[in-house]
Structures are given as C-alpha cells and as structure tokens.
C-alpha cells in the first residue's frame, strides 16, 4: 500500500533496529525472489564494517514501524570515488514517493563519505518501483539480470556430442586453456570487461569438481563453472561456448553435465543470472532446460558532480 510521504520519518539505523531490519530484508527478497538472499549475519557483519550514523537510512512510518532501510557503501580504493547503494522496502509499503527520498539522502551520505569532486553510484533493485525511484531522481539503467532456477527431482541424463568430449575441470592442468576459452566466449555479452585470471578463477573455480570442459582435440571449445552456495543449492557461474562451436547443442550438453555433477553431489536446486536482453539467446537455452524466473536484478549508475538536495 503506498505511503503518505508525510507520514514517513528518516533516520540512520543503529545496532538496536539489526533484527527488523533483517526482517524487512527478507520480507522485500521473499517478495521479489522467492527467498532471502541476504542474512541477519551478513548484516550485521557490513555493520560492523560501517559507520551505521553515515552510510545507513532507515524510513518509518508515522506509527514507529519500519518499511524501508537503504545503506550506501564506499568501495574501497576506488577511482573515481564509488559508493553501492542498496535499497529495500517492505512489500506492502512501497512507493515511488517514499523511495525516491531514501535514494536522495543515501546520495546525500554517499557524497559526504566519499569526500570528492565526483562520486560515481552504483545502484541495484530487484523490483518495478525501485527501477522507477532510481530513473526519477537521475540514474542510468545499465543492465539487468534474470535469476532463473530449477529443482532437480531425477538423475540428468546427458547428450553426446559428435567430435567433442565433455570431460570433469582437471585441476593443475585446465586452469590457463580454461581461462582463456571462457573470456573469449564472453567478449559478444555487450557488458563483459576482460578480467584478470586471478579474479576469474577465484569466483570460476571455487568449486572444480563442479567444472565441466568441452574439447575439440586439444582444444578447449567451451565450459561450464558452477559452485554450491549452501547445503542444497548450485550456482552456475558462466556457460561459455566459444563462437566456432556454437549451434551445436553444446550448451545444452554442457548444461546438462552441470545437472549430473550437482546431482551427484547432492546438490538439488539450480541457479544462475542470465541477461535479460541476452545476444547469445542464453535465457531460451535456459528455459529449455527447465528453469523458470525467480527474480530480476536491475543494475544503475549515476555521476555526482555537486552535493545532491535531499527530497
């Protein structure tokens, strides 16, 4: 139901408000996931990294209740200065109104700790009227993803492919070939940045006996790179197939031999982030393996160049 704007009230958090904060937190993931994506332990371990009176806002109703909390996060050794923003408000309780003063004043804190000339802002929603809150007040869309997923209820079987082998990531001898193949095939994606190899094998190879590769002889021609995130759920991090060996049905083998290894491994719910303008038609490749999506993360950014007025 949408908010009075005069009847909300803005006020930094404190280590008091932890545990309704956690739960407006997952009311707006439930609503807009499916589940909670972010832990009461996870937040409080940011706040504990935070100076919660600068880089947090909470919006309360006229009555005391809480129906939206923002933080704004200075990155690290960033040039130019850049700050995340975050934004949540509860189901029942949003509206363009309420939402586009939290932003403003988290731009307010953003260019207060950033303490520059200029301070680029990235910004994230998983919902209609976040995406409408972060366009009024100035900022750019840069992407958005699709989380899709499936549950997994039998064995996969998998599809041989002519003139391939689909074979386990052998570690100590993949890595490179690996690395290589898989920025290749994501230069056609319009948003990938080629990325240094410690940084992709950090998040690529977490889990490698989760990996699959697909050889053309000696060469690599695409891959799959998965890895748990808990007890019952994989993430695919990336399906790549370099472009002389697509329309081949590859990724859907590939796919398929991600399933088998999860299943394998006990791990029964399937999850991934495709593009949703997607130039390679990943998200009908996905759709055709049986996921379904859960959830759109929408992905803004906008260039402060004077202190912004709060709404």
């Given at each position: 139901?949408?908010?009075?704007?005069?009847?909300?009230?803005?006020?930094p958090?404190?280590?008091?408000?932890?545990?309704?904060?956690?739960?407006?937190?997952?009311?707006?993931?439930?609503?807009?996931?499916?589940?909670?994506?972010?832990?009461?332990?996870?937040?409080?371990?940011?706040w504990?990294?935070?100076?919660?009176?600068?880089?947090?806002?909470?919006?309360?109703?006229?009555?005391?209740t809480?129906?939206?909390y923002?933080?704004?996060?200075l990155?690290?050794?960033?040039?130019?200065?850049?700050?995340?923003l975050r934004?949540?408000?509860?189901?029942?309780?949003?509206?363009?109104?309420?939402?586009?003063?939290?932003?403003?004043?988290?731009?307010?804190?953003?260019?207060?700790?950033?303490?520059s000339?200029?301070?680029?802002?990235?910004?994230?929603?998983?919902?209609?009227?976040?995406?409408?809150?972060f366009?009024?007040?100035?900022?750019?869309?840069?992407?958005?993803?699709?989380?899709?997923?499936?549950?997994?209820?039998?064995?996969?079987?998998s599809?041989?492919?002519?003139?391939?082998?689909?074979?386990?990531f052998?570690?100590?001898?993949?890595?490179?070939v690996?690395?290589?193949?898989?920025?290749?095939?994501?230069?056609?994606?319009?948003?990938?940045?080629?990325?240094?190899?410690?940084?992709?094998?950090?998040?690529?190879?977490?889990?490698?006996?989760?990996?699959?590769?697909?050889?053309?002889?000696?060469?690599?021609?695409?891959?799959?790179?998965?890895?748990?995130?808990?007890?019952?759920?994989?993430?695919?991090?990336?399906?790549?197939?370099?472009?002389?060996?697509?329309?081949?049905?590859?990724?859907?083998?590939?796919?398929?031999?991600?399933?088998?290894?999860?299943?394998?491994?006990?791990?029964?719910?399937?999850?991934?982030?495709?593009?949703?303008?997607?130039?390679?038609?990943?998200?009908?490749?996905y759709?055709r393996?049986?996921?379904?999506?859960?959830?759109?993360?929408?992905?803004?950014?906008?260039?402060?160049?004077?202190?912004p007025?709060?709404?």
């Amino acid at each position: 139901m949408p908010t009075d704007e005069s009847l909300v009230q803005l006020e930094p958090a404190t280590p008091a408000d932890l545990d309704a904060v956690a739960e407006l937190i997952a009311a707006h993931c439930s609503a807009d996931y499916g589940e909670v994506l972010l832990e009461r332990s996870d937040i409080e371990a940011e706040w504990q990294q935070l100076s919660l009176e600068q880089s947090t806002c909470l919006l309360r109703a006229s009555t005391g209740t809480l129906i939206g909390y923002g933080s704004a996060v200075l990155r690290p050794q960033s040039s130019p200065a850049s700050v995340d923003l975050r934004m949540y408000q509860h189901p029942h309780s949003r509206d363009h109104a309420s939402a586009a003063r939290m932003i403003t004043t988290l731009e307010a804190m953003a260019w207060s700790q950033a303490n520059s000339s200029a301070v680029m802002l990235h910004a994230l929603t998983t919902n209609d009227i976040g995406c409408q809150a972060f366009e009024a007040v100035g900022f750019a869309r840069r992407i958005a993803f699709q989380t899709m997923t499936t549950a997994l209820e039998s064995a996969p079987a998998s599809t041989p492919i002519s003139g391939l082998s689909l074979r386990p990531f052998r570690i100590g001898h993949d890595e490179q070939v690996a690395y290589a193949a898989d920025e290749e095939a994501s230069r056609d994606k319009g948003y990938a940045k080629p990325v240094p190899f410690e940084t992709w094998a950090a998040r690529m190879l977490a889990a490698p006996h989760l990996c699959t590769l697909a050889w053309d002889g000696d060469t690599v021609a695409g891959g799959i790179f998965c890895a748990p995130i808990d007890a019952n759920t994989a993430s695919i991090h990336h399906l790549g197939v370099r472009q002389p060996w697509r329309r081949r049905g590859l990724g859907e083998a590939l796919m398929q031999m991600a399933f088998a290894s999860c299943w394998q491994h006990n791990l029964r719910r399937i999850t991934l982030d495709v593009d949703s303008a997607s130039h390679t038609g990943a998200d009908r490749l996905y759709t055709r393996m049986g996921m379904a999506i859960t959830g759109v993360r929408t992905l803004y950014s906008k260039q402060l160049n004077a202190a912004p007025h709060r709404l």
